[in-house]
């Protein structure tokens, strides 16, 4: 009994935590882009902390807002392979992530039951055609997922983005992912 209200609390604290988080990250991540496509990245910031004791750090656009959407990208990455998705291959590809791929410790979209009893499931590829521009988006969710396992998780030749430019790929995410969880992942809990 202790251990199945350790899962119960698990999966609440991932759906109603550390999801949020992770989606907020993803829309940093696009206010960080929006920043630097109104400004010259090289545009000194000056960051306000507001306290007893008052602190400015002062740096350029691009210090500031390219972790950010760094980030966004892991961001990206964790919440596509938490409802099934991933890039796999060379040329890369949308794959559903398997059974044997999921470690028995790993929380996906599938541990999760809608009100009438059954789970939900991992996203199919497929689920990128109800969006308007499915190719654009199915390219940009690969390339944000390269871009986090190639440029930002470790050292590696960056083989599968040709050192391309990804910023509109990053954008499309970003643009994409927080819808994509609201409609398949949380409307599917209410």
């Known amino acids: 009994m202790a251990e199945q209200l350790t899962k119960e609390n ?56 390219q972790p950010i959407w760094c980030m966004g990208a892991i961001h990206s990455r964790f919440l596509l392979e938490f409802v099934g998705l991933k890039s796999k291959g060379s040329p ?16 996906g ?10 789970f939900l499931r991992r996203l199919e590829p497929s689920i990128v055609d109800y969006s308007p521009d499915p190719e654009v988006v199915r390219r940009a969710w690969i390339g944000t997922c390269d871009f986090a ?6 050292a ?8 391309g430019d990804v910023t509109a790929m990053l954008r499309r995410t970003f643009e994409t992912i927080p819808d994509l ?6 409307s599917q809990l209410n």
Do not use: W
């Not at 759906?15 to 949020?20: E, Y």
């Not at 890369?92 to 929380?107: A, F, H, W």
């Not at 396992?149 to 470790?154: E, T």
């Open 10 to 65: 698990r999966l609440l604290h991932m759906r109603h935590a550390i999801i949020p988080f992770h989606v907020r990250g993803v829309m940093a991540g696009l206010s960080a882009l929006d920043l630097a496509a109104k400004h010259d990245l090289f545009t000194p910031v000056e960051i306000h902390i507001e306290g007893p004791n008052p602190e400015v750090q002062s740096e350029t656009l691009l210090s500031y807002a």
């Open 109 to 118: 979209i599938e541990c999760y039951q809608r009100a009438d009893d059954t």
């Open 156 to 163: 590696t030749d960056d083989y599968k983005l040709q050192s």
């Open 181 to 186: 969880i609201s409609h398949c992942f949380h």
């Open 149 to 154: 396992g190639q440029r930002l998780a470790h």
């Open 92 to 107: 890369s590809r949308l794959e559903t992530i398997t059974d044997k791929e999921r470690r028995p410790s790993d929380i």
